[in-house]
């Protein structure tokens, strides 16, 4: 007799995973039945639900102009023309946004293939009011970037040729008197890469300064950059002089980059 009285007595804890459990099991019957339709909703689909997502996305990565979907361990590849406007350009090109001009539509060519190759490849290059630089690629190569460029003015009626322009060499001369000046008056901090400064034989830190071209570089030593001073922080040094320099620092450079 005693026994069943003993049995039947509820203590606090049993009183309290049985509220535990009363509340939680109907939370977890309505938690598992959603999960099972929407679990039904997902696979009902075609079997090759996942690869069409997939797509999806590149397709919506590509609206934006910028190939993601790539290994950045593979080895570069120079591509056409006709690819580099399918992944890069394109994105503006086809369709007009921002007012590009439209592929293959020559009303909106005519006047910019008329300024000539060289203004469109600089454009393109540079950047252009609403056009940014390499079609807002970076790692686009000068070459691939021209090939675009001619890719499209031919469509719409140009009889262009993917060249680029090279830079003259500096003479032996200049290189000698852009040595001298370059230790005088840059040589305390490109020498040591003091403030930030672009040091001398750091090919990597010089690359993409390299692609901005000397015309860039001379005026960013002459009127000063970011964190670099206009002619070094010497006010007598002639611009001529200031050029040699930078003349001289952009072989230095290339030749840490060979
Ligand atoms: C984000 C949009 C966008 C992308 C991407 C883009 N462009 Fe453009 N592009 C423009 C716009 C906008 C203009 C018109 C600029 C103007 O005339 O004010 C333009 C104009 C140009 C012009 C004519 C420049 C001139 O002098 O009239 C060239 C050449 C050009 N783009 C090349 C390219 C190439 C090559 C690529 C791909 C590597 C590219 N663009 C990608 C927006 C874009
Ligand atoms: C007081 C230190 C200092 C001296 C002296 C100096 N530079 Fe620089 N320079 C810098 C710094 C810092 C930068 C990096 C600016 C940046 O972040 O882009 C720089 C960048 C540059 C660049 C790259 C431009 C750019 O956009 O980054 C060139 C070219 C250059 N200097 C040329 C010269 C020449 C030529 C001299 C000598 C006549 C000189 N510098 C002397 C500090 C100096």
Redesign the pocket.
């Known amino acids: 007799m005693s026994d069943h009285i003993e049995m039947t007595k509820t203590t606090p804890k049993d009183f309290l995973l049985a509220t535990l459990g009363g509340l939680f099991a109907p939370g977890l019957a309505i938690f598992l039945i959603v999960m099972l339709v929407l679990g039904v909703r997902a696979g009902m689909g075609s079997p090759d639900a996942a690869p069409m997502t997939d797509q999806a996305v590149r397709e919506r990565i590509q609206s934006?102009?910028?190939s993601v979907a790539v290994d950045p361990n593979a080895p570069r590849v120079e591509r056409s023309?006709e690819v580099?406007?399918a992944e890069?350009?394109?994105?503006?090109?086809e369709s007009g946004?921002?007012?590009?001009?439209k592929f293959k539509e020559k009303a909106d060519?005519a006047?910019?293939i008329g300024?000539g190759y060289d203004?469109?490849?600089?454009?393109?290059l540079k950047g252009?009011?609403?056009?940014?630089a390499?079609?807002?690629?970076p790692d686009?190569s000068d070459m691939?970037?021209?090939r675009?460029?001619v890719?499209?003015?031919n469509a719409a009626g140009a009889n262009f040729q993917p060249t680029l322009k090279k830079e003259p060499e500096p003479s032996a001369a200049d290189l000698a008197r852009g040595k001298m000046v370059y230790a005088d008056n840059c040589a305390s901090c490109h020498d040591t890469g003091v403030t930030g400064a672009q040091k001398l034989n750091d090919a990597k830190a010089w690359a993409p300064l390299l692609k901005e071209g000397k015309a860039y570089l001379y005026s960013a030593a002459i009127n000063g950059s970011f964190g670099g001073p206009a002619k070094g922080g010497n006010e007598k040094l002639s611009d001529a002089d200031t050029r040699v320099a930078v003349d001289y620092m952009v072989a230095e450079a290339k030749a840490a980059a060979n």
């Not at 946004?97 to 001009?101: T, V």
Request: charged residues 15%; contains cysteine; aromatic residues 8%.
């Open positions: 934006f102009g910028v023309g580099v406007y890069v350009c394109a994105g503006c090109h946004a921002l007012a590009a001009p060519w006047k910019r300024s203004t469109l490849l600089g454009h393109a252009f009011n609403k056009m940014p390499r079609g807002g690629d686009l691939e970037v021209a675009a460029t890719h499209m003015a």
